[in-house]
């Protein structure tokens, strides 16, 4: 098993140094969230104690309450309770949702201005689902790729409209000299936002494979060769980054995945991209301008045989 504390303070070390970004405004989580998150791998909690927790929060109780009774379709009663809720999730995937669900309500920004909002969520929607496809193919821990995934970029909508200017200024570099988006931020910011992400999910006491998994996700193919990673959540979570998006984060992202397919033997693009596109469907936004992933991989596929 690995040992998730370990590898976040060998990379991120032990304080979050937050001065990195001082003047980063950011909305406060809820409290429930964090205290759960705090005390959910205490062995001296019950599932009582962190029942009461999320109890103190009725958004999040409904949100629980309604994930629970729509997967549950086996069950002959529907779920009532937050205590029975977590007996049937457990906690660690009671915690996953719990994160996940407060981080998508945390920052309420209508409006974007660079990038669409809906086109912004359906993307993270896909990706996740890769993530969670590719952790099946890797035989590690589905759930948790999911989750990181979902959580990769939760702080670009903050980003993009305090510092416009300099990523509409990315974008239109892109035109001529594409490059990652994580290198474009170090080089003008000097912190990127997948380490800015883990800073402040460390400072919310968020779990630490949760905090790896985003502050790796931008290594790409690399992340297979590392031997202690290479076959981890981090892994999924780090190749289902290549996915094309909105902002152009990785350009080549997407021939990537392609190389990765024609050395792979398990992962057909086209038929992963065609599972995510029926994971991802019901629960996508209207937008006009999407264009879903199953398509970019169509059509690059369809050039490459050309």
């Known amino acids: 098993m690995l040992d998730w504390s370990r590898i976040r ?3 991120l070390g032990e304080t979050s140094d937050r001065q990195l970004m001082p003047d980063l405004r950011l909305p406060v989580l809820p409290k429930a969230v964090s205290e759960f998150s705090e005390i959910a791998d205490d062995p001296e909690c019950s599932v009582g104690d962190l029942a009461a927790i ?17 997967s549950a379709n086996g069950l002959t009663h529907r779920v009532s309770s937050v205590q029975h809720s977590i007996s049937l999730l457990g906690i660690k995937r009671t915690k996953l949702f719990l994160i996940t669900a407060a981080m998508q309500t945390a920052f309420p920004i209508r409006q974007l201005k660079v990038v669409n909002l809906a086109t912004f969520w359906n993307t993270n929607l896909e990706r996740a689902y890769l993530a969670k496809n590719l952790a099946a193919l890797l035989k ?3 759930e ?4 990181a995934t979902l959580l990769q970029d939760f702080l670009l909508p903050v980003l993009t409209n305090e510092r416009d200017r300099e990523y509409v200024e990315f974008l239109r570099r892109q035109e001529s000299e594409p490059c990652d988006l994580t290198q474009f931020e170090q080089d003008v910011f000097g912190w990127d936002h997948a380490e ?8 919310w006491k968020f779990p630490d494979e949760l905090i790896c998994c985003v502050l790796l996700h931008h290594r790409g193919l690399s992340m297979l060769a590392d031997e202690e990673l290479g076959k981890s959540p981090a892994a999924a979570v780090a190749l289902a980054g290549l996915m094309p998006d909105a902002l152009r984060q990785s350009p080549l992202g997407l021939s990537h995945l392609v190389q990765l397919c024609d050395k792979w033997s398990a992962f057909d693009l086209m038929a992963v991209s065609e599972e995510v596109f029926e994971q991802a469907r019901d629960q996508m936004h209207h937008a006009d301008n999407h264009i879903p992933f199953r398509d970019w991989c169509a059509k690059t596929l369809e050039t490459a045989d050309a």
């Open 140 to 142: 590690t821990d589905q």
């Open 9 to 11: 303070a060998s990379l």
């Open 54 to 70: 999320v109890e103190t929060d009725s958004g999040l109780t409904c949100q629980l309450l309604r994930n629970v009774n729509a």
């Open 144 to 147: 948790l790729a999911f989750a």
């Open 196 to 203: 800015a992400g883990a800073r402040v999910m460390f400072d």
